[in-house]
């Protein structure tokens, strides 16, 4: 399976942006069915860099409530966020990723 399909996008928030700094971890939304292995493999072979540790999470959807008005009726409906799967990569010392513009630091 080729990286395109593996890394979804990478996620940016001010946590992981201190992570990313300090510790030289990038956290990334990977597809639910793939494995840590898979998931160094798609790192290296798209960024260039060398992966030292991957740390995988399973996120839950949440449940959403939603309420329309139409026509002078009011709908209530319910429903399911997708569940998804959030990858935390650590990079060996004096690689980097530039995430913003998909470059390589080095």
């Keep these: 399976m080729s990286y395109q399909k593996i890394i979804i996008r990478p996620l940016f928030t001010e946590k992981l942006s201190?992570?990313?700094d300090l510790e030289l971890k990038y956290a990334f939304q990977v597809l639910k069915g793939v494995n840590k292995i898979e998931i160094k493999r798609a790192i290296e072979e798209k960024f260039d860099?060398?992966?030292?540790?991957?740390?995988?999470?399973?996120?839950?959807?949440?449940e959403k409530n939603m309420?329309?008005?139409?026509?002078?009726?009011?709908?209530?409906?319910?429903?399911?966020?997708?569940?998804?799967?959030k990858a935390i990569v650590t990079l060996?010392?004096?690689?980097?990723?530039?995430?913003l513009d998909g470059d390589v630091v080095e």
Excluded: F
Aim: aromatic content about 2%; cysteine-free.
């Design 18 to 20: 201190r992570l990313e």
């Design 49 to 62: 860099v060398e992966v030292k540790k991957v740390a995988t999470m399973n996120r839950m959807g949440k």
């Design 67 to 85: 309420t329309v008005r139409s026509g002078g009726h009011t709908i209530r409906t319910k429903g399911n966020r997708a569940s998804w799967k």
């Design 92 to 99: 060996k010392e004096g690689n980097s990723i530039n995430l």
